[in-house]
């Protein structure tokens, strides 16, 4: 008697065993007949491109984020190296764990779309760190300087670039710019946390604010295109 009750459930759960397994079959066979844009949408921000122009515009949008954000991170580095046991410590280290949020997020998003970061990126992490290191020797006022000014150039940045989507398709491009406003919102929050510090009383602020913003804006043409 014990024996073919033993018997009868173990046939029963093998039964369903089997069915279960015939389930997880059939739904990964469908997810595997899926054209390949219903798959990736479910993960990425990027809508698949349409044509060769629109895969062109978003790898050179794509690729000089990305290489903001990079460059961003090395700056901060460099004045953490510094600074870092300063009082201003705390507020750069803030700083510079949203910056690896956004590197992050857009890492995620070149290697979902396959899109090559830039080519420069060996230059711009050399040269982030010194920019980031060279104004923190001038203590807080010169760390802060060069914070409004990178922050500044990377917001008007990605201004340029919600104005460029809106005009082309809100709706396509509703998941991207949502990541970019809120990148955006991050660098100005950066940019007037640097004049809250004190950025403008640094001598010679001005100049040095410019020269800062001539290199961004070198970066973003570099970036764009190789």
């Given at each position: 008697m014990q024996r073919a009750v033993f018997t009868h459930v173990r046939s029963h759960d093998w039964t369903q065993f089997k069915l279960i397994n015939l389930r997880i079959w059939q739904c990964s066979s469908v997810y595997r007949a899926l054209p390949v844009q219903f798959i990736s949408r479910a993960y990425s921000v990027i809508p698949t491109p349409r044509d060769l122009t629109e895969k062109e515009m978003l790898d050179s949008m794509l690729r000089v984020d990305h290489?903001?954000?990079?460059?961003?991170?090395?700056?901060?580095?460099?004045?953490?190296?510094?600074?870092?046991?300063?009082?201003?410590?705390?507020?750069?280290?803030?700083?510079?764990?949203q910056e690896k949020r956004h590197l992050a997020k857009f890492n995620d998003i070149l290697s979902e779309n396959r899109v090559r970061p830039t080519l420069f990126l060996p230059i711009w992490n050399v040269a982030g760190f010194l920019l980031g290191a060279g104004t923190a020797l001038l203590g807080k006022k010169g760390a802060m300087a060069c914070t409004v000014a990178v922050e500044e150039s990377?917001?008007?940045?990605?201004?340029?670039?919600?104005?460029?989507?809106?005009?082309?398709?809100?709706d396509r491009y509703v998941e991207l710019l949502h990541v970019i406003k809120e990148f955006r919102d991050d660098e100005l929050e950066h940019h007037d946390?640097?004049?809250?510090h004190d950025a403008e009383s640094l001598p010679g602020y001005k100049i040095l604010k410019s020269a800062i913003q001539l290199g961004c804006s070198a970066a973003i043409y570099i970036s764009q295109r190789v």
């Amino acid at each position: 008697m014990q024996r073919a009750v033993f018997t009868h459930v173990r046939s029963h759960d093998w039964t369903q065993f089997k069915l279960i397994n015939l389930r997880i079959w059939q739904c990964s066979s469908v997810y595997r007949a899926l054209p390949v844009q219903f798959i990736s949408r479910a993960y990425s921000v990027i809508p698949t491109p349409r044509d060769l122009t629109e895969k062109e515009m978003l790898d050179s949008m794509l690729r000089v984020d990305h290489a903001g954000e990079y460059g961003a991170n090395r700056i901060y580095a460099g004045q953490m190296a510094v600074l870092g046991r300063s009082q201003t410590g705390p507020v750069i280290q803030e700083m510079w764990d949203q910056e690896k949020r956004h590197l992050a997020k857009f890492n995620d998003i070149l290697s979902e779309n396959r899109v090559r970061p830039t080519l420069f990126l060996p230059i711009w992490n050399v040269a982030g760190f010194l920019l980031g290191a060279g104004t923190a020797l001038l203590g807080k006022k010169g760390a802060m300087a060069c914070t409004v000014a990178v922050e500044e150039s990377i917001s008007e940045h990605y201004n340029s670039q919600i104005r460029s989507l809106m005009e082309e398709d809100p709706d396509r491009y509703v998941e991207l710019l949502h990541v970019i406003k809120e990148f955006r919102d991050d660098e100005l929050e950066h940019h007037d946390t640097g004049l809250e510090h004190d950025a403008e009383s640094l001598p010679g602020y001005k100049i040095l604010k410019s020269a800062i913003q001539l290199g961004c804006s070198a970066a973003i043409y570099i970036s764009q295109r190789v």
